[in-house]
């Protein structure tokens, strides 16, 4: 069945790093792609997403790319901020079309 | 528009008890969803409805849990005789026609089972 794999967390880098979050996924067909982000005490949001190969998605700062030839959807983001500290999760949407299916989520702390 | 909205926040109970939470999404959202979610895990998928119709249920979920959504508005997720491993906390999802995946969660109903 489909599945989502993520780089186990936590994730510990300094304010103004550079951030990758890996996210590789197995399916069948062409899946959608979603990375979504649950800060301490809120509900989980949509960060970004991509519905097809070669697509990136963008959101405040962060970007992943649908890589079709490496079943992959790396979150990156060029320069971190405390207030990035969250745990994120990397999520595809297969043929049943309503039922995600979640990676295990990376926590990720920056310190100032 | 306030989101989606869930009570209790946090229910604490005894093993054997029943509980009921409810959600009320995003008011022009006609999809809403269940899921459970354990502490270092992804949310795992309990049920999904279209309105009021339940469109599909997770076959890793036991007979005790029971989900209806009425009037194709708020809805209920109901779980009878509790168990300790029922511990979690539980989260509600609603999305707008066409928004496939596009999930707008609540803050979650915190179940604790003594």
């Known amino acids: 069945g489909d599945s989502v794999t993520q780089m186990e967390g936590p994730v510990t880098l300094s304010e103004e790093a550079f951030l990758t979050i890996n996210c590789t996924y197995t399916?069948?067909?062409?899946?959608?792609l979603f990375w979504y982000v649950q800060y301490p005490g809120e509900g989980l949001q949509l960060l970004l997403k991509a519905t097809k190969a070669d697509d990136k998605g963008s959101n405040k700062g962060f970007e992943a790319t649908y890589r079709k030839e490496t079943t992959s959807f790396h979150l990156e983001k060029g320069s971190v901020q405390v207030s990035d500290s969250a745990v994120y999760f990397c999520a595809l949407l297969g043929g049943s079309n309503y039922q995600l299916i979640w990676g295990a989520g990376t926590k990720l702390i920056i310190k100032p | 528009d306030t989101g989606v909205s869930q009570n209790p926040r946090h229910k604490i109970t005894k093993r054997g008890q029943n509980v009921t939470f409810r959600c009320d999404p995003i008011?022009?959202?006609?999809?809403l969803y269940w899921y459970r979610q354990t502490l270092g895990q992804g949310p795992e998928f309990l049920t999904y409805?279209?309105?009021?119709?339940?469109?599909?249920k997770s076959r890793l979920l036991s007979d005790r849990f029971s989900a209806e959504r009425p009037k194709g508005s708020f809805s209920t997720l109901e779980i009878q005789r509790t168990e300790q491993g029922d511990s979690a906390m539980y989260l509600c999802?609603?999305?707008?026609?066409?928004?496939?995946?596009?999930?707008?969660f609540g803050e979650g109903s915190r179940l604790t089972v003594l």
């Open positions: 399916a069948t067909g062409y899946p959608s």
């Open positions: 008011s022009e959202h006609n999809r």
């Open positions: 409805f279209q309105n009021e119709a339940q469109l599909e």
């Open positions: 999802a609603s999305s707008a026609p066409g928004g496939h995946g596009e999930l707008f």
